[in-house]
Structures are given as structure tokens and as C-alpha cells.
């Protein structure tokens, strides 16, 4: 079945440092691949999306490539901030079969200090 | 703000009871998805409707089970409740099923069982 694996956190960084947050996935067919962000006590955010290989997301300053030959979609800031700080989820979908439902990574808490 | 409510925003009760938790997608669209958010298991998919029907079943308990009325809002039933139902219960809505539309989330209900 299809899965998506994300690295653990939590990912510590200092304000305008680089971050990158790794995530794989295995599905059959070609799925559409997400990013989301939940703030502490609020709902889950589309970040950024990807729908076919090498298709590049990006949304405030975050980006993520779609990269089929390594089966990955990680992604990548260049210069964090402290509003930055929430969980990130990796999820991919798969609209064959009819439905659309998504799988998540097991999220990746960043928090970012000044 | 998504566009998708759900309410109540907490609810409080103990072991063997029965709670219902009620999601109004955005306006237009026409597909419900529940998600389970918990310690242990992470994001999981429930159930998916689209229109009033039932489209795809994920980790859902027998325990549980969801509808959507004619005017496409929809609720989830959680009953025999146990202690490991205490989770985050997401309803996302997005506007299609086979298209790759991204899905928007709710705010999420809070479900503490004692």
C-alpha cells in the first residue's frame, strides 16, 4: 500500500538558518504529493503541493520539488523564521480507484529560536 | 480560516458513551473526509463521502460511522467510547473525488474520553 515516511523530529534551528525536512513515499501509480503545517492548536494548512514528477511547490519561501526517480518530495527553506515554528506534514494522495483520501507522515515538529 | 467548520471545538465524556461531531465543508464542495489525529497512530484516514454517499473507507472502527445529509454537511458518530478514542478528529472537504483538488481542513474537534 502506499506509505509516506518523514524524518523525526524535533528539527532545532537558530533564525535564518536553512532547513530542509526529508520525506519519501511508495505508492502505486503517480500520486499528488502535500505539505502541510499545523500550528500549535489549530488545523492543519496546505503548504505547498506537487502533482506530477519534477513539479516544484512553493508558498512563503518554503519550496519542495517532486522527485520520482528517489520517490521524494522534501522540503526546503532557505532562511527560517520564528513564526516558522509548527509541526510539517508530508502527505500523498491518490486519486485512482475513485477516492482522494491522504496519507501522512508521522509529522516533523520544527521550532526555531531567535 | 478554511472555509470548513466543525464543532463542538472540545468535548469531555467518559468510557461507553456515544458523541456526535459535525463538519459543513466550504461552500461547493461536494467531498467530506475524516481524519483521526492521536499520540500513537498519527494522521489516519476514517471515511470519505462525496454527495451523500459514502466513497472510501480508511482505519475506521465499527464502532464509529459517519453520514452526509442532503445539505453536504456531515457527522461522525463515535459510539461504546473507549479511552484510546481521545484523539484530534479532523473533517477536511475539497471539491471533487477523482480530481486531484486539494483538500482544506477544519479546525478539529478535541474528544477527551475519561
Known amino acids: 500500500g502506499n506509505s509516506v515516511t518523514q524524518m523525526e523530529g524535533p528539527v532545532t534551528l537558530s533564525e535564518e538558518a536553512f532547513l530542509t525536512i526529508n520525506c519519501t513515499y511508495t505508492?502505486?501509480?503517480?500520486?499528488?504529493l502535500f505539505w502541510y503545517v499545523q500550528y500549535p492548536g489549530e488545523g492543519l494548512q496546505l503548504l505547498l503541493k506537487?502533482?506530477?514528477?519534477?513539479d516544484k511547490g512553493s508558498n512563503k519561501g518554503f519550496e519542495a520539488t517532486y522527485r520520482k526517480e528517489t520517490t521524494s518530495f522534501h522540503l526546503e527553506k532557505g532562511s527560517v523564521q520564528v513564526s516558522d515554528s509548527a509541526v510539517y506534514f508530508c502527505?500523498?494522495?491518490?486519486?485512482?480507484?475513485?477516492?482522494?483520501?491522504?496519507?501522512f507522515g508521522a509529522g516533523t515538529r520544527l521550532a526555531v529560536h531567535p | 480560516d478554511s472555509g470548513v467548520t466543525q464543532t463542538p471545538k472540545h468535548l469531555i465524556t467518559a468510557t461507553g458513551q456515544r458523541v456526535t461531531l459535525r463538519c459543513s465543508p466550504r461552500?461547493?464542495?461536494?467531498?467530506v473526509y475524516w481524519y483521526q489525529q492521536s499520540l500513537d497512530q498519527g494522521l489516519q484516514f476514517l471515511i470519505q463521502?462525496?454527495?451523500?454517499?459514502?466513497?472510501a473507507k480508511g482505519n475506521i472502527l465499527e464502532r464509529f460511522s459517519a453520514q452526509q445529509f442532503p445539505d453536504l454537511h456531515s457527522e461522525l458518530n463515535l459510539s461504546s467510547l473507549e479511552l484510546g478514542d481521545s484523539a484530534l478528529y479532523f473533517c477536511?472537504?475539497?471539491?471533487?473525488?477523482?480530481?486531484?483538488?486539494?483538500?482544506?481542513f477544519g479546525p478539529g474537534t478535541r474528544l477527551t474520553v475519561l
Open positions: 461552500s461547493g464542495d461536494l467531498s
Open positions: 506537487a502533482t506530477k514528477a519534477d
Open positions: 477536511a472537504s475539497s471539491a471533487g473525488t477523482r480530481d486531484r483538488a486539494e483538500q482544506f
Open positions: 463521502y462525496y454527495n451523500g454517499e459514502e466513497r
Open positions: 505508492a502505486t501509480g503517480y500520486p499528488s
Open positions: 502527505a500523498s494522495s491518490n486519486p485512482s480507484g475513485g477516492y482522494n483520501k491522504l496519507i
